[in-house]
T-cell receptor, first 110, second 112 residues
Framework: SQTIHQWPATLVQPVGSPLSLECTVE??????LYWYRQAAGRGLQLLFY??????ISSEVPQNLSASRPQDRQFILSSKKLLLSDSGFYLC?????????FGSGTRLTVV | GQQLNQSPQSMFIQEGEDVSMNCTSS?????WLWYKQDPGEGPVLLIA?????ELTSNGRLTAQFGITRKDSFLNISASIPSDVGIYFC????????????FGKGTKLTVNP
């Protein structure tokens, strides 16, 4: 079956620390993958998308980066977190007629 | 960039009432999607619309893809307490790299 996994579910990190969030999909090949951020429970902002291994497109300038080392793996990273990086991060993939989202990672930068 | 204007921002209704929310855009979209998000979880797809003028139902939910391809509405009939959540419209862009663009959401509260 086709599923999407995202972890961790919650994360509390100090300012200036690095970040690595991972997203993997199962049951498909060469999916389009996306990272979104949601602040204050409203509105999803597209951060990055990838149409294949090593192919990353950034939507907004920010303190984050993304990588796609394998076909079904999408990673969101930061070298030094800022307070403003706090939020709910969601991974998604194009599946059939719509997009399917992971369960999200709640990141709190303190 | 492309933006979706979703309204209303929030709604407070009594159980049993019908609900209507809508999205408009200055851009044309190939596909309109409606999602519901519960607290602390990812959005879940409710209805997908693929053709201009298309009217689709999913249980008590009905959504339509506007003729101009620049708008869509979602109706919920006979609301129940579990309808509480945030509803998002989203459009899939046409041409070039495909992207899913979201409205800002409608927060629905249903009073028993």
């Amino acid at each position: 079956s086709q599923t999407i996994h995202q972890w961790p579910a919650t994360l509390v990190q100090p300012v200036g620390s690095p970040l690595s969030l991972e997203c993997t999909v199962e049951g498909t090949s060469n999916p389009n993958l996306y990272w979104y951020r949601q602040a204050a429970g409203r509105g999803l902002q597209l951060l990055f998308y990838s149409v294949g291994i090593g192919q990353i497109s950034s939507e907004v300038p920010q303190n984050l980066s993304a990588s796609r080392p394998q076909d079904r793996q999408f990673i969101l990273s930061s070298k030094k977190l800022l307070l403003s990086d706090s939020g709910f991060y969601l991974c998604a993939w194009r599946q059939g007629g719509g997009y399917t989202f992971g369960s999200g990672t709640r990141l709190t930068v303190v | 960039g492309q933006q979706l204007n979703q309204s209303p921002q929030s709604m407070f209704i009594q159980e049993g009432e019908d609900v209507s929310m809508n999205c408009t855009s200055s851009s044309i979209f190939n596909t309109w999607l409606w999602y519901k998000q519960d607290p602390g979880e990812g959005p879940v797809l409710l209805i997908a619309l693929y053709k201009a003028g298309e009217l689709t139902s999913n249980g008590r939910l009905t959504a339509q893809f506007g003729i101009t391809r620049k708008d869509s509405f979602l109706n919920i009939s006979a609301s129940i307490p579990s309808d509480v959540g945030i509803y998002f419209c989203a459009g899939i862009t046409q041409g070039g790299s495909e992207k899913l663009v979201f409205g800002k959401g409608t927060k629905l509260t249903v009073n028993p």
